[in-house]
């Protein structure tokens, strides 16, 4: 079991740990939905440095990337980043990724803490192109600083205009006394706020400094199982849950990442079905009534046919609904369309609404 950087903190703090991806992690401190509602409405912080961070150098950086990832990374400028996926050779799905554009030729590759090994092994296979690969996971910490008030929370600890930096753009430069801090305008809440990549040893200031800066604002560290709702109230696909080895990009509604004006891992197959149609198609639904769906509960017609599977579901903290988002047969995938959710031999009524679940006042 790793831990991070961190961990002594969350301990000391009384945070719940259990294992998650090989880290102990802090899964919640005060509970679920105070942690979810920290987030929504002022500024929360999530240790994430679990995730894996691979470099990628080189005349032909881009073109390994083009190869593997199923977006057009050669839409990108220096200090933007993009949503990806790995596609696999079988229709599935290695892994989805963020890939950033540090400088010409060197690219930063952000991946689930899961799939490391995997991605790593993945991409060093399909890397005949002489591209230098450098595998910075163990050395990198990353803190996730979301809501709404995160901006001016943090203003404070660095010189660069927070406000200035635009949603899937970063800047590399001062924060909280450390120098050369990947400041980026990402995140898997849906409520703003920023993603911090630091070395290791840099990261307890970092984490000090951030709780000083933000005690004015209410802010309050924020485990991974308040992280879980926050990102399904968004539709973000969960690794693992959403999408996985056996699951299209063009099945879970990613074809918005699956460009074809370049060829890469499977994508003749890939194109073929966005052309032709899938079988099945990645929805969210509104429980109807009181209850809570969960992931691998069946999901049936108004006949009790089985036409799908849950793959994500929760209690909205945010709305007070049951929702959830799984796979089911394309002709009931419509948005409106009724269907029902088996819940210990019973067929509660559901319906499939668009994402995301959360919106905005």
Known sequence: MKNTALTHIHESLGAKMLPFAGYNMPILYEGVNAEHEVVRNSVGVFDVSHMGEFLITGPNALALIQKVTSNDASTLTIGRAQYSCLPNNDGGIVDDLLVYKMKDEQYLLVVNASNIDKDWDWISTHNDLGVEMRNLSDDYSLLAIQGPKAVEAMQALSSIDLSAIEYYHFVVGDFAGIENVIISATGYTGSGGFEIYCKNDEVEQIWN???????????????????????????????????????????????????????FTNSENLKKQKEEGVAKKLVAFEMQERSVPRHDYEIVDANGNAIGIVTSGTM????????????????????GSDIFIRIRKNDVSAKVVKLPFYKKD
């Open 209 to 263: 400094k951030v709780f000083e800066a933000g005690a004015a604002f209410g802010i309050k560290p924020i485990g991974l199982a308040a992280r879980d709702t926050l990102r399904l109230e968004m539709g973000f696909c969960l690794y693992g849950n959403d999408i996985n080895d056996t699951t299209s990009p063009i099945e879970a509604g990613l074809g918005w990442i699956t460009k074809f004006n370049k060829e």
């Open 316 to 335: 909205s903290p945010s709305m007070n609904v049951g929702i959830g988002m799984g796979y089911v047969t394309t002709e009931n995938s419509k948005i």
